[in-house]
């Protein structure tokens, strides 16, 4: 692996914190290391920054291996059979300050679950972000209700609180908050509009697993909490996910719901519960979880500080923005780093040739989420069968006029996705990251003459 060309040699910046626009964003405030642009960048035919691969992932190691093994060879593959999946549960539930945690076989699912629980059906209308992952656009739509788009606050990248209350109508039932890469969206803004309109709060905390809203972990400030654990999170299983609550009734109805409608204390005995699924978390996903949880904390802080240095070198290359964090978000696990890219700071060069001269520097920079309110099959959706026997031609109408999220048209165009594992190596495996963008930053001409 090349050496860094970031140095602290040249230049000395005193601090790199900065008031981002209103002064209501959190900024780090680390003293800079200076970003240096030597080389000529690999798409020009120069040496990589990197050779080779950021840290692969998952990690596994021999406590995976055995605790995995062992709930193989005990044969009690079913939770309704062995104690893995309940031990997970009180240990999440634990570590995340909520009263309960329930294991299911993934976030979508969570999701499903979590709106099921709270009675959201045909008719109600969901608030929620543009800009996400489409599993949380599916959970409203598996449940006939209206997803209402709410618009992104470039600075962050979250959803746009101030938009929020605007969007509240009659038939709005819930608020359904994602906290985007491990940063929060503007919880006291959430459940202020909540409270006032007495609206349930869903969180999608499908990629914030243990940050911190002014201390308290995201998944359980709302109603319920729901997580993922697929392969590329940063708590990963492979497949897998979890409802959290403090609610004593959403719990009895989540825990029936996941296991068929079963009750969770008296079983069949006075028949099921109510309608169910079944979204049982296997034994082998909680063994698994168990075990990658005993190195969450050093893994975490490792990406916090990576994450930390990083934004102090990116905000010193114009062009390049940072995603802010509000001041409540206490924690930021870093699932995914979120900046933006002004093409104009690089001479024109197009984010996508910006991403593949990145690509071959050795940095895998992926770009943002297309805006879902603008995703061909929505309209599919509000054209079926069902969606228009549910919802009248004049509210559908109404509908989309207002599915309008200009802010999110702009982040699909210059956002920048750096996966957690480029987090997950040491300071200079970070500084290569801003190494490598300035370098082609003082080639943007030429390379965008390729
Ligand atoms: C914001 C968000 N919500 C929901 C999900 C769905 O989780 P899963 O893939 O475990 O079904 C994801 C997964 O990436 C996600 O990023």
């Known amino acids: 692996m090349k050496r860094s060309l970031i140095s602290r040699r040249q230049f000395t910046f005193g601090s790199a914190s900065a008031a981002f626009a209103g002064g209501h964003l959190a900024v780090a405030n680390h003293a800079a290391a200076a970003v240096v642009s030597e080389g000529k960048p690999a798409i020009l035919g120069g040496a990589p920054v990197r050779s080779d691969p950021f840290p692969s992932w998952p990690v596994i190691e021999k406590l995976d291996e055995e605790q995995f093994l062992e709930s193989l060879r005990q044969k009690k593959w079913c939770r309704l059979y062995g104690e893995t999946t309940t031990r997970l549960e009180e240990r999440l539930a634990r570590l995340m300050g909520a009263r309960h945690a329930i294991g299911v076989v993934n976030g ?7 709106l099921y629980v709270l009675d959201v059906g045909p008719g109600d209308e969901v608030l929620l972000p543009a800009y996400t992952f489409v599993a949380t656009l599916n959970a409203v739509i598996q449940q006939y209700a209206l997803p209402v788009f709410v618009d992104t606050d470039l600075e962050t990248q979250q959803l746009d609180t101030s938009k929020l209350e605007s969007l509240v109508t009659e038939n709005t039932r819930c608020i359904l908050p994602v906290h985007l890469g491990g940063n929060v969206a503007n919880m006291d803004e959430v ?3 909540a409270v ?5 709060v869903v969180e999608d905390a499908c990629q914030a697993h243990f940050s911190e809203w002014n201390g308290r972990r995201t998944g359980t400030l709302g109603d319920i909490g729901c997580f993922s654990f697929q392969s590329t999170k940063v708590l990963p299983c492979g497949e897998g996910g979890a409802v959290v609550t403090s609610r004593e009734d959403l719990y009895d109805r989540l825990h029936a719901y996941q296991n068929n409608g079963r009750d969770r204390l008296k079983g069949t005995r006075d028949g099921y519960l109510h309608q169910g699924s079944n979204l049982r978390m296997t ?11 005993t190195r969450f904390e050093q893994q975490s802080r490792n990406r916090e500080e990576n994450a930390k240095h990083l934004t102090s070198l990116l905000k010193q290359i114009p062009g390049i923005k940072p995603a802010g964090m509000y001041p409540g978000c206490t924690r930021n696990t870093s699932y995914v780093y979120l900046a933006r890219y002004d093409e104009r700071s690089f001479k024109g060069l197009s984010r996508s040739a910006f991403l593949r001269a990145l690509h071959k520097e050795g940095i895998p920079c992926g770009s943002s989420y297309r805006p879902l309110n603008r995703e061909p099959f929505m309209e599919k959706v509000l054209n079926s069968r069902h969606y228009r026997r549910i919802y009248t031609g004049e509210r559908l109408r109404e ?11 702009v982040l699909s165009k210059e956002g920048l996705f750096f996966s957690h594992t480029m987090l997950m190596g040491t300071r200079q495996d970070t ?3 801003a190494e490598a963008i300035a370098r082609i930053q003082k080639h943007a001409e030429e390379i965008a003459r390729l």
């Not at 006032?196 to 349930?200: F, Q, S």
């Open 108 to 114: 979508t699912n969570a999701l499903y679950a979590a």
């Open 191 to 193: 459940l202020r509009v």
């Open 196 to 200: 006032k309109h007495n609206l349930a």
């Open 283 to 293: 034994e082998f996903q909680a063994a698994l979880l168990l075990a990658q949880l």
């Open 399 to 409: 509908y989309r006029e207002k599915s309008q999220c200009p802010a999110t048209d």
């Open 431 to 433: 500084e290569q990251i």
